[in-house]
């Protein structure tokens, strides 16, 4: 049920701008990606409301040119500040707090295969590359960047790997299903008429 | 033929890399390399690399080895329509997929990993476990170390072990849990109360960082488990004591 159904809603349930506020509410606190299911669960509303709600909230931040943003996290939400503001923070935290850590070709080849191939064993991740890519694995869960997603069932039971909210938060997704066509990466870096 | 191959052979992530270059360099047809000429070439590189003394990785190695069976598979009668080849173009194109998607999500991440993100509030959910080895979703020991993280990373100049164990944090921690239930129920069966500090190894005045996190591990769960008593107070204040009175359980 829409809690705008509800014929007590100026009593029980707050209107639409509340919810927003709520949201934003949560949001700050956690510093973390919330799921949505949770804050439905605070607001005692559903779902599809939350999210609607979160959009708007979303698009709210954006049109008032604000230095913070609402990030849309697959099933969670996230309150981040900008990019362009990063100095003026590391300025503000005298810390070498977020300091950039640079990728290796490995760990961006791997972080792709998982983004594209998920839920993946590193066995399936070294048979793509063609090398050993254990540690880079381990390396990319350490820094929250892919997580384990469970086991597959075939013998030795091999751990599976995903990406993580973080992931998307770094990577400018939304969600998984906005990661580019895979075929439109142009396989090779040849100008000859090959027929694929 | 040999100065163009004169590349370091670390330049390359893995043999389907390097084959790569070789296809790119010989402007080769992918779809119908001339797999006498590719292997010829790859071999006289993994050589080279051979007199330059470099570790080979096992996996060059084996991809000679794959294509040297290529070779001889071309040269012997087959039915139509089976080409040798097919699978090592497939993980080739796939490998090269990924390649050139990890050079796009590289640049976006030098734009997009700037966004900061606030450090975690100490939230703890009403979730219980899903099993009951996973108690971290109970206590926030996560959320612990990452306080002692920040509070080591802004006071970063201050002390010498800090920078210790800046360079130890990053990388999993050294020191076993379980070695430090041994350590604490040893320490804890000869003293009436402990306290925290007492769980850690201090050497030379310096605490390292994951010592103290082994510590925490393994006080939560012996806490957790019953076989530790806490008293009042935050991790710091609190005396701990062995439960003498606890049934010995049965695994």
Known sequence: MNILDSPFIEDLFPSIENIEAVIEALLFVSGEPVAVKEIAKILESDVNSITQAMKSCADKYNRDGRATELLILEDSAQIVVKPEYINYIRSFKKSETHQKKVFSKAAMEILSIVAYFQPVTKNYIEQVRGIDSSYTVNMLVERGFLEEKGRLDAPGKPMRYGTTHKFLRCFGLSSLADLPDRQSFAELNQEDEIEK | ?251
Do not use: W
Not at chain 2, 60 to 79: D, Q, V
Not at chain 2, 86 to 103: H, P, S, T
């Open chain 2, 1 to 251: 033929m040999n100065a163009a191959l004169n590349f370091r052979l670390e330049a390359f992530e893995g043999p389907l890399d390097l084959l790569l270059s070789l296809i790119e360099k010989n402007k080769i047809n992918i779809f119908d390399i001339p797999i006498a000429l590719i292997l010829e070439q790859y071999n006289e590189y993994i050589e080279s690399a051979k007199l330059h003394d470099m570790n080979i990785a096992a996996e060059f190695i084996e991809m000679s080895a794959r294509l040297i069976y290529i070779k001889c598979r071309m040269l012997l009668p087959r039915p139509v329509g089976e080409d040798p080849r097919e699978e090592l173009v497939r993980d080739l194109l796939l490998y090269a997929q990924m390649k050139n998607a990890a050079a796009y999500f590289n640049e976006r991440y030098e734009y997009f990993s700037d966004r900061y993100e606030k450090d975690p509030e100490a939230i703890l959910t009403e979730d219980s476990p899903e099993d009951e080895s996973d108690f971290y979703n109970l206590f926030p020991a996560g959320i612990l170390s990452q306080s002692l993280k920040s509070i080591i990373e802004s006071n970063r100049d201050k002390a010498r072990h800090y920078n210790i164990a800046d360079k130890i944090l990053p990388r999993r921690p050294r020191a076993s849990v379980s070695e430090k239930y041994i350590y604490i129920l040893r320490k804890a069966y000869g003293q009436k109360t402990l306290a925290f500090g007492d769980f850690l190894k201090v050497e030379n005045g310096v605490v390292r960082i994951d010592d103290v996190i082994a510590a925490l591990n393994a006080v939560l769960r012996l806490v957790m488990s019953g076989a530790l008593i806490c008293g009042e107070g935050n991790i710091l204040e609190c005396e701990f004591e062995l439960n003498r009175k606890r049934k010995s359980k049965k695994q």
